[in-house]
């Protein structure tokens, strides 16, 4: 995305993306957390969860970057 898009469809376009990444980071703690009260619990789980968490909290700065970088408030 280098600011060819109109404001409207930017933010759309990155709320999907956090929106997916949102709800499997959910998903994947829920899982992890389940996995910490299994008879025998697993390490993958959490690595799955931090790394879902990670990507969300990435996707969360590129998309405060990009705005502030391509678009002025004006649009609003």
Known sequence: ????????????????????????????????????????PLIWPGFVAAGFMFAFWQCYRRKKKYFRDNYDESWK
């Open 1 to 40: 995305m280098s600011g060819k898009y109109h404001p409207e469809q930017a933010k759309l376009i990155w709320d999907t993306g956090l929106g997916f990444l949102g709800f499997m980071t959910v998903l994947a703690i829920v899982q992890a957390i389940m996995n910490v009260f299994a008879d025998d």
